[in-house]
């Protein structure tokens, strides 16, 4: 529906509100409906830390994960599949005052952009991403991801995938990554928080959020069970991160710990491009002097 | 032919082939000659054969002879490969001391030096043997400088005075200017003269290389940052925009890979940051998807393709013109796009800034299709020969809410707010536009419509407080919220697709097919990019028409009309197997008779095209 048909029907909402007119097609019962009502809440938290509305832009890519991108009123690129983190980081290097927020699947962030994702965390590029990890390929209708447990069933395999499941978050350690937590769309403020840290932190943020995909991959009792708040944790240790990310490897048993696993404080990569002012430059004055230097 | 001289430098990688081959532009264009400098070298680091070759004229040259009237020769394979070129009275110079610490071009090359005598001794010709071994021991200086000592010897050799390489190398040597002035003398005094190049009273302009020269276009044209992986021959351009960053305040970044590249760049774009990018065919290829977004997303970026002959790794360092059809098509779905065919230093500055300029105003990819030979040769940069660089204004958001990236505004606009018109009046905006395109709209109609008609929609970039930004890949509305919705989905499709009418108008605006040789002449070469320097020259020489188009696309249909006008027979002339500058010619309603073609990677001398082109005629 075009917002001209919706004004005339009168449902348009004012643009203090958080979310578009635009129709939301998730799932009932879609974990993705969690982390659009975090937005609801991170919108003021975020007013409230100096950061308004104007100066926030979300980045997703493509899949289920994604639609986010149509369903928020705020600044938003809808990329392309696995390319958020790309995106993401050319919008941060040109306009440094921007808050940028990267959401991505796990399929999307983890296959498809694999490489961007560990190389923004080897720049310790200052953006947030916050993957929506369902272990499946939810608008495709149902295949085996990178995160999805050895022997799952998905129409690309039927007789069970044999492949071992990879840890982003170990992944995001080793790549450099100077926040790393795990949340879950059960428990609103837990993700809340989890979400605004990332945000908040300066530096490369990943939040793995468990998300469950009600209709190819509903996981809800498998995670109900193990998971934990990460309340022995020393987040300043890379020891300590690390023990805890090997207690549950995304299948099979062991406590799936929630919250932050890995923090520290490093330059960002934005900081490097920060002064850079190109209006600052007479352009034709700098070609002349160049060309000169050629004599 | 033009009058002109013209010296190989040959070697193994390492032995400072380019430097040597540089410093001789430098110094003829010190003494007021217009210079040309190829290098060929093949794909590694150290050995192999490379070697450089300096034309020097009083005409502007872009292009090689086959003829050559020094050969410097720093190993036995540069005289067995170029030995034969010498022109009559050419002088061949060899190391004749044999002491220079292993390399081949000592004791076998002063034993060898009686044969070569003989093969290049007739018609006046001479080789001369400098003991370049001997003179570096005896100075203590390190193997590298054997090039310096060559390049004494060729200053004696064409008559140059010593003061003139005494200045070239004070300026152009970074380290140990001393010692090197030193080595450079002792070839000089051991060579004999054996010509004079007068100094010319021409404008002393400055020598740069393609990928310099579209660089300097691209920050003409407002580019603030350039984001590249490294890929030949695309990488000076990466390094020269890295190098003059700090004073010209350029972000330049070298991601993980092209898709990065890309990606990147369009985020930057998505923010108001005028980025470029570069690369070679196999880059591009990883760019298409980013492309095709680009096309969707209305997001402007310019990117450089550098064509090197293929398919895959190809031969990475050699030169073809074999991508125009690939960057011509690329990428899903149906965009309008800007491709401009630069072929020396200036068109390579003006279509740089021309490309990034049209992309802003109509907010669509262009390309700037470039090969190895433009991107790594060097030419004399005459900027004051070149018509201003045009200003295209960047349509920019009145303020008025709410803010709609992709808002359909004027006529197109009234169109998309009547809710209820449905396909068919959709479809009869599609007849209105296809007369558009045939020429049957009154030109005050066009102009009066303004923005509108080009499809191009206000620009406005985060933060703005009670606005957002929509970006979207997918096909959307005009909040650039996505929308599957047919009727949407034809003005969407045919907003874009008339930015085709605005681009076709500014593209008759330029000088977009240039015209050379004899202008009135009935036969006609028909080239496009780094072909034209020879084609120029052959024109001139067998009184032929050169027609060269700098913009294949939108093509430019009117100015290949008037250039062809008289034309009774065309002979096209391309570095591809296929003739794929003749398909888009065919596509666009015109014809060649002929063709002449070269594409094992290397650039057509100025005998060869002529011998070519005779052969076509006989």
Do not use: G, H, K
């Given at each position: 529906m075009t917002r001209d048909a919706a004004e005339k029907q009168g449902r348009t909402q004012g643009s203090a509100d958080v979310l578009t007119d635009a129709v939301n097609t998730w799932c009932p019962g879609c974990g993705d409906f969690g982390i659009q009502n975090a937005w609801k809440a991170l919108v003021g938290m975020l007013a409230e830390e100096g950061i308004p509305r104007e100066r926030i832009v979300v980045v997703a890519g493509i899949g289920c994960h994604a639609k986010i991108a149509d369903y928020l009123n705020l600044n938003t690129f809808y990329a392309i599949h696995g390319r958020t983190v790309p995106v993401a980081t050319g919008i941060k290097l040109a306009n440094p005052e921007l808050t940028v927020v990267a959401h991505a699947g796990d399929g999307d962030c983890y296959g498809e952009g694999l490489a961007h994702m560990l190389f923004a965390a080897k720049r310790n590029i200052d953006i947030s991403l916050m993957v929506h990890n369902n272990g499946v390929y939810g608008l495709t209708t149902g295949q085996y991801t990178p995160t999805s447990p050895r022997g799952f069933r998905g129409k690309s395999t039927p007789h069970g995938s044999v492949e071992q499941p990879i840890d982003p978050l170990e992944l995001a350690l080793s790549g450099g990554a100077t926040f790393i937590a795990r949340s879950y769309t059960r428990g609103a403020e837990r993700l809340k928080s989890a979400m605004r840290d990332a945000i908040l932190h300066k530096g490369f943020s990943l939040v793995d959020i468990l998300q469950?995909?009600?209709?190819?991959?509903?996981l809800y009792t498998y995670y109900n069970e193990r998971v934990a708040d990460l309340d022995d944790n020393d987040p300043s240790s890379r020891d300590d991160a690390l023990a805890h990310m090997r207690e549950w490897t995304y299948g099979g048993e062991g406590r799936i710990g929630l919250g932050t696993f890995y923090r520290a404080e490093a330059e960002t990569f934005d900081d490097a491009y920060r002064d850079i002012d190109a209006a600052s430059v007479d352009r034709e004055a700098a070609i002349r002097e160049i060309v000169a230097e050629h004599l | 032919m033009y009058d002109s001289f013209s010296v190989l430098v040959g070697g193994k990688a390492g032995d400072g082939i380019n430097e040597a081959g540089a410093l001789i532009a430098r110094l003829m264009d010190r003494l007021g000659y217009r210079v040309y400098v190829e290098v060929d070298y093949p794909s590694l680091i150290r050995g192999g054969h490379n070697f450089a070759t300096v034309r020097c004229s009083a005409d502007k040259v872009a292009c090689r002879t086959e003829e050559l009237d020094v050969v410097m020769a720093l190993n036995d394979e540069t005289v067995e490969r170029h030995g034969e070129r010498l022109a009559d009275g050419g002088t061949l110079v060899i190391d004749a001391g044999g002491e220079n610490g292993g390399d081949d071009a000592g004791g076998e090359d002063a034993g060898g030096a009686d044969s070569k005598a003989t093969t290049a001794g007739s018609a006046g010709r001479v080789v001369m043997g400098v003991p370049l071994g001997d003179i570096l021991k005896e100075l203590k200086a390190p193997p590298v400088m054997r090039n310096t000592c060559l390049l004494g010897a060729f200053c004696k050799i064409a008559g140059v005075p010593w003061e003139a390489l005494e200045e070239t190398i004070r300026a152009h040597?970074?380290?140990k200017i001393e010692q090197n002035l030193e080595v450079a003398r002792r070839g000089y005094d051991t060579a004999e003269q054996r010509t004079t190049l007068p100094a010319l009273d021409l404008p002393h302009l400055p020598v740069i290389t393609g990928n310099e020269a579209v660089g300097l276009g691209l920050i003409r044209g407002g580019c603030s940052a350039y984001v590249a992986y490294p890929m030949s021959p695309s990488s000076g351009l990466l390094h020269f925009m890295a190098e003059v960053a700090d004073r010209c305040q350029l972000k330049v970044v070298h991601p993980e890979n092209e898709i990065a590249v890309m990606l990147m760049a369009l985020g930057m774009a998505s923010a108001g940051q005028r980025a470029g990018v570069g690369t070679a065919g196999g880059g591009f290829c990883l760019m298409v998807e980013g492309l095709s977004l680009a096309g969707q997303a209305e997001l402007p970026i310019t990117i450089m393709v550098a064509q090197r002959p293929g398919p895959s790794t190809g031969l990475p360092t050699y030169s073809c013109q074999t991508d125009l059809h690939f960057v011509l098509n690329a990428g899903q779905g149906e965009f309008p796009r800007v491709i401009v065919a630069p072929g020396n230093a200036e068109e390579a500055y003006y279509w740089s800034a021309v490309a990034m300029g049209l992309s802003w105003r109509y907010q669509v990819p262009s390309i700037v299709l470039t090969d190895k030979m433009l991107c790594e040769c060097s030419f004399s940069l005459d900027l004051d020969a070149l018509p201003d660089v045009p200003e295209y204004d960047v349509p920019l958001w009145d303020g008025a809410s709410p803010y709609r990236r992709y808002a359909l505004t004027g006529a197109d606009g009234d169109a998309a707010k009547d809710a209820d018109r449905g396909p068919d009046a959709a479809a009869a905006d599609r007849h209105e536009d296809a007369a558009a395109e045939r020429g049957t709209s009154a030109p005050e109609v066009e102009a009066a419509r303004g923005d509108a008609a080009i499809g191009v929609s206000p620009l406005a970039f985060p933060p703005l407080p009670g606005e957002v930004v929509k970006i979207d890949s997918y096909e959307h509305d005009e909040r650039g919220i996505t929308t599957e919705d047919p009727a949407i989905t034809v003005r969407m499709q045919d907003k874009r697709r008339s930015k085709w009418r605005g681009l076709e108008a500014e593209v008759e605006k330029l000088e977009a097919v240039a015209v050379g040789g004899d202008p009135e002449a009935a036969t006609a070469l028909l080239c496009w990019g780094s072909n034209g320097g020879v084609c120029g020259e052959v024109g001139d020489e067998l009184g032929l028409r050169v027609v060269k188009p700098l913009v294949l696309s939108p093509f430019p249909a009117a100015h290949m009309e008037r250039a062809l006008d008289g034309v009774e027979r065309l002979i096209c002339v391309e570095n591809n197997a296929g003739g794929q500058l003749l398909r888009l010619m065919r596509v666009n309603g015109f014809e060649a008779d002929d063709a002449v073609r070269r594409y094992d990677g290397r650039t057509f001398a100025v005998e060869d095209l002529r011998a070519g082109i005779e052969e076509v005629l006989s």
């Open positions: 469950v995909c009600a209709t190819f991959n509903n | 040597i970074p380290r």
